[in-house]
């Protein structure tokens, strides 16, 4: 069911950023924030991802959809999840374009 909260400031097709938590032996290069572990073996560290808002529920979370279709669901007040600045949007209008053009094919 599509409802627009009214206090929300997203709206459906709006392009997001959401900082994700990562683990791993070798962090890749777009890592932020690069911690090890306690136990010296692993890395956890901080990956923005570029993702477009699909539907916005009632219950106050966003369907988020991937580069690759995948879905996710999130809170809308998630403090890892913001709106997409005017330069991400230009560096990576590649990764949005697409999913926009999926967003707007199934509505």
């Not at 911690?35 to 901080?46: I, K, Q, R, S």
């Not at 990956?47 to 809170?75: F, N």
Request: charged share 30%; glycine share 4%; aromatic share 10%.
């Amino acid at each position: 069911m599509r409802t627009l909260i009214p206090s929300s400031q997203f709206n459906v097709g709006d392009c997001v950023v959401y900082r994700k938590t990562k683990h791993s032996t070798h962090p890749g290069p777009r890592a932020r924030s690069i911690n090890p572990n306690p136990n010296g073996d692993e890395y956890t560290y901080l990956v923005d991802k570029y993702w477009v808002i699909e539907d916005i529920l009632e219950s106050g979370e966003m369907i988020l959809r991937t580069r690759r279709g995948k879905q996710h669901t999130v809170s809308v007040d998630d403090s890892n999840l913001r709106k997409a600045s005017i330069w991400e949007r230009f560096w990576h209008r590649d990764r949005f374009e697409t999913m926009l053009e999926k967003v707007i094919d199934e509505n």
